[in-house]
């Protein structure tokens, strides 16, 4: 028994990173039904970013003050990451998808792959194609020694990072006036226009926030599991676009939902039947899913918009 709460615990932890990933592509297909296919790969640049950030010389200053040196090192990256992924992500927006917001649907969609290539070679030349060591800046210390499951530092960093700014995305869109505006726009964008929104701005605002997610994402991804790799973007944002199909793709508790039955999937498959199943398996429970729920677990019929 101890062995399955192990795994269950272990699969929420990495069903939340899902989350976090999945949550950009579900805000941008829910404002402007694109899909935003190189979002996975932008959380490769995130991570590569927060791994350039952890050079010689932070280590050595993290190495000789403890403890509270790195914590402010995860700080930085915490900051910095976020940032950097939210500009590039705005700046794809306005060069590539902007134009092409008027055009037919299959445009943005090919755009969006070809943006993904060229996020994965700038991350090729970047650090070249070997996995890399992220630093462990976070102790991998057994917090519950006598539980009989293993509770770590790093798993309580995961879910100390990522539950708060889920919930902080929730209570954003639902109450404030920008995330009204992006409900209002998602809705309808012309009706959001003729309202006295800047529907440019809300898609704006989108992006920057999906990029954030993804760039919070990259850094606990690294801290969590001290490897990264250019082709890292491609699993990772496969697993969390199939997170935000499953919950319903443009419901943000749908893709929290969707990513956490994605990690319970993946960790109890590879406990239970064999590590070289699970993609199998969590596909055909997408597939079974869908078949009864081609909206996803939380998604809601909605008119097809013309």
Same mark, same amino acid.
């Given at each position: #028994?101890?062995?399955?709460? /192990?795994?269950? #615990?272990?699969?929420?932890?990495?069903?939340?990173?899902?989350?976090?990933?999945?949550?950009?592509?579900?805000?941008?297909?829910?404002?402007?039904?694109?899909?935003? +296919?190189?979002?996975?790969? !932008? +959380?490769? !640049?995130?991570?590569?970013?927060?791994?350039?950030?952890?050079?010689?010389?932070?280590?050595?200053?993290?190495?000789?003050?403890?403890?509270?040196?790195?914590?402010?090192?995860?700080?930085?990256? @915490?900051?910095?990451?976020?940032?950097?992924?939210?500009?590039?992500?705005?700046?794809?927006?306005?060069?590539?998808?902007?134009?092409?917001?008027?055009?037919?649907?299959?445009?943005?969609?090919?755009?969006?792959?070809?943006? *993904?290539?060229?996020?994965?070679?700038?991350?090729?030349?970047?650090?070249?194609?070997?996995?890399?060591?992220?630093?462990?800046?976070?102790?991998?210390?057994? @917090?519950?020694?006598?539980?009989?499951?293993?509770?770590?530092?790093?798993?309580?960093?995961?879910?100390?990072?990522?539950?708060?700014?889920?919930?902080? !995305?929730?209570?954003?869109?639902?109450?404030?006036?920008?995330?009204?505006?992006?409900?209002?726009?998602?809705?309808?964008?012309?009706?959001? *226009?003729? #309202?006295?929104?800047?529907?440019?701005?809300?898609?704006?605002?989108?992006?920057?926030?999906?990029?954030? !997610?993804?760039?919070?994402?990259?850094?606990?991804?690294?801290?969590?599991?001290?490897?990264? *790799?250019? /082709?890292?973007?491609? /699993?990772?944002? @496969?697993?969390?676009?199939?997170?935000?199909?499953?919950?319903?793709?443009?419901?943000?508790?749908?893709?929290?939902?969707?990513?956490?039955?994605?990690? @319970?999937?993946? *960790?109890?498959?590879?406990?239970?039947?064999?590590?070289?199943?699970?993609?199998?398996?969590?596909?055909?429970?997408?597939?079974?899913?869908?078949?009864?729920?081609?909206?996803?677990?939380?998604?809601?019929?909605?008119?097809?918009?013309?």
């Amino acid at each position: #028994m101890a062995d399955f709460w /192990q795994f269950v #615990m272990i699969g929420l932890v990495t069903g939340s990173l899902y989350a976090l990933i999945a949550l950009g592509y579900t805000m941008v297909y829910g404002i402007i039904e694109l899909i935003n +296919f190189a979002h996975g790969d !932008l +959380f490769m !640049l995130g991570s590569f970013l927060a791994l350039t950030l952890t050079g010689p010389a932070v280590l050595a200053v993290t190495t000789a003050s403890g403890t509270g040196a790195a914590a402010q090192a995860v700080v930085v990256m @915490l900051i910095v990451c976020p940032l950097f992924c939210a500009t590039l992500n705005v700046t794809v927006d306005r060069v590539v998808y902007k134009p092409l917001r008027n055009a037919p649907k299959l445009a943005p969609l090919v755009s969006a792959i070809g943006v *993904s290539f060229i996020f994965m070679n700038i991350g090729l030349f970047w650090h070249g194609t070997y996995d890399l060591n992220f630093p462990n800046l976070v102790s991998q210390e057994n @917090l519950t020694p006598n539980l009989g499951v293993r509770i770590t530092t790093k798993d309580l960093m995961v879910l100390g990072v990522t539950i708060p700014v889920m919930i902080a !995305l929730t209570v954003f869109v639902r109450y404030t006036p920008l995330g009204k505006a992006m409900r209002a726009t998602a809705q309808n964008p012309t009706a959001a *226009s003729l #309202m006295g929104i800047n529907v440019d701005r809300v898609i704006a605002a989108t992006f920057a926030i999906g990029g954030a !997610l993804a760039g919070v994402a990259a850094v606990v991804y690294g801290l969590y599991n001290n490897t990264v *790799s250019y /082709q890292m973007g491609f /699993q990772n944002g @496969l697993y969390a676009f199939t997170a935000a199909v499953l919950g319903g793709i443009g419901n943000i508790p749908g893709a929290v939902l969707g990513g956490l039955v994605i990690g @319970l999937v993946r *960790s109890l498959g590879s406990g239970y039947i064999d590590e070289k199943w699970t993609e199998a398996l969590i596909f055909a429970i997408l597939i079974v899913i869908l078949i009864f729920r081609p909206n996803g677990l939380l998604g809601a019929r909605v008119r097809e918009k013309v």
